[in-house]
């Protein structure tokens, strides 16, 4: 069973940028679909982009398009999402999730669809 393990929040400016860290144990590389979504106070989670690490295909949502990327390390079972522009609305905790349901040329970004969580790492965008 895989486990997972987000770092790298923190406080930062509008404008400016983070990466997230999401390490996993029982990784199996090629066959997993991983989510990153966000969680703001009083609102439902939502998936902000997803990586199939079987054949490379993400997504993201409109709002982080252009300036959020997943990326993987397969060298130390890490997949990244790197933040950048950054705004006061994208303040939530952040979290990884994977799943071994994977799917040729698809990923999800519904949280449903995701077995594994980590436990969440809070980026805060404030002036």
């Known amino acids: 069973q895989v486990q997972l393990v987000e770092s790298g929040g923190g406080l930062v400016q509008p404008g400016g940028s983070l990466r997230l860290s999401c390490a996993a144990s029982?990784?199996?590389?090629?066959?997993?679909?991983v989510g990153w979504f966000r969680q703001a106070p009083g609102k439902e989670r939502e998936g902000v982009g997803c990586l199939n690490l079987s054949d490379g295909t993400s997504d993201y949502i409109d709002s982080t398009k252009g300036r959020f990327t997943i990326s993987r390390d397969d060298t130390t079972n890490t997949v990244y999402l790197q933040m950048t522009l950054l705004r006061l609305e994208d303040t939530a905790i952040y979290y990884c999730?994977?799943?071994?349901?994977?799917?040729?040329?698809?990923?999800?970004?519904?949280?449903?669809?995701?077995?594994?969580w980590g436990q969440g790492t809070q980026v805060t965008v404030s002036s």
């Open positions: 029982g990784w199996i590389q090629k066959y997993y679909n």
């Open positions: 999730a994977a799943d071994w349901r994977v799917r040729k040329g698809d990923c999800s970004l519904v949280p449903g669809a995701y077995a594994a």
